[in-house]
């Protein structure tokens, strides 16, 4: 099982539905990256989490980086699958929060 982070997203043009995020692999011992993090379709990360991997988001504060909550597929209304933060919602670390391309 591998951890993921996800430091940056794409939305749709209604700003709803993630399409693509900034992705890479991490070593959570050492807090650090496997390799660089990787633009993906939101259909990557499904994947990922479907097959067991663990996908978390993360922020910078102060110039360093904080994990944030972890992600969880949803199914949107028309039938596409995305990803949501997994449990409430923590204020300053929401999907929306993260930096955006």
Partial sequence: MAV???TEV???AGNQRVLQVKMGPVI???KEWMSAPMIVDVAEVVKAIKLGDDVFTM???RGHPVPGPKLKVTTHSNGREGVMI???E???MT???LPTF
Avoid: C, M, N, S
């Fill in 4 to 6: 993921y982070a996800v």
């Fill in 28 to 30: 959570v011992k050492d």
């Fill in 95 to 97: 999907l929306k929060d």
């Fill in 10 to 12: 794409k939305f749709d």
């Fill in 86 to 88: 997994d449990g409430p």
């Fill in 59 to 61: 922020f910078q504060r």
């Fill in 90 to 92: 923590t204020p300053l």
